[in-house]
């Protein structure tokens, strides 16, 4: 009996991720543009080699720092390996798909962490207006979209990100000993706190812009 040389053929992993990147675009050396594919011919090895990126986008914060870079949808394809602490993985080939100004990133991002967030992060998730979130934990993420949004995270690497006018995000950061250092809550439009920018708490318990592209 003749064979289906198609079905013999598994077609390769495909998944759409997140990644970071410095100013220039580049990580770790490396100079990426948008619509390319980049390859290399060895398999990946998750930290160590390949291209990597996150399934949950706001985990991308945990090796640049919200606000600290620009920011892509991609997709790896072929064998994709896993790291065991968060949702960061890598693979022998890359496409990055599009640049994602920081709204419309934090909107991907959250549309897919629906997904993603039942079985493999502790995270909360809130979209539509009043929405609101909450995370504990090792880096515990918190987001929520829509208008008088509120989203809340505390515990190590521990993120908060709403989108949407009078929307409020509380995050408690800790030092390198995991012990808490500061916390900061403010209604947007109070407290130097303005729609649309990206703040960073500091030691200090005040928040400071951060510049996004």
Not at 48 to 73: I, K, L, P, Q, T
Not at 135 to 156: I, L, N, P, R, V
Request: glycine share 10%.
């Amino acid at each position: 009996m003749p064979k289906d040389v198609a079905a013999d053929t598994q077609a390769p992993e495909r998944i759409v991720a997140f990644k970071a990147f410095g100013p220039d675009f580049a990580c770790r050396g490396f100079q990426y543009e948008v619509g390319k594919t980049y390859t290399q011919d060895t398999p990946a090895v998750i930290c160590e080699s390949g291209f990597h990126a996150c399934e949950n986008g706001f985990d991308v914060w945990s090796y640049y720092g919200a606000g600290a870079a620009r920011y892509a949808e991609v997709e790896l394809v072929g064998t994709v390996v896993r790291h065991d602490g968060d949702s960061k993985i890598a693979s022998a080939e890359i496409v990055i798909k599009a640049e994602l100004k920081f709204p419309e990133f934090i909107k991907r991002a959250t549309l897919k962490l629906v997904d993603w967030i039942t079985s493999k992060a502790d995270s909360n998730i809130a979209t539509g207006d009043w929405g609101h979130a909450a995370a504990t934990g090792y880096k515990g993420h918190a987001a929520a979209t829509g208008d008088s949004g509120h989203a809340a995270a505390t515990g190590y690497r521990g993120h908060a990100a709403v989108t949407g006018k009078n929307s409020i995000a509380v995050a408690a950061y800790d030092d390198d000993a995991c012990n808490l250092v500061a916390v900061f809550a403010s209604k947007v439009g109070e407290n130097g706190i303005e729609a649309g920018k990206t703040y960073k708490l500091g030691i200090d318990g005040k928040p400071t812009e951060v510049a996004t592209p």
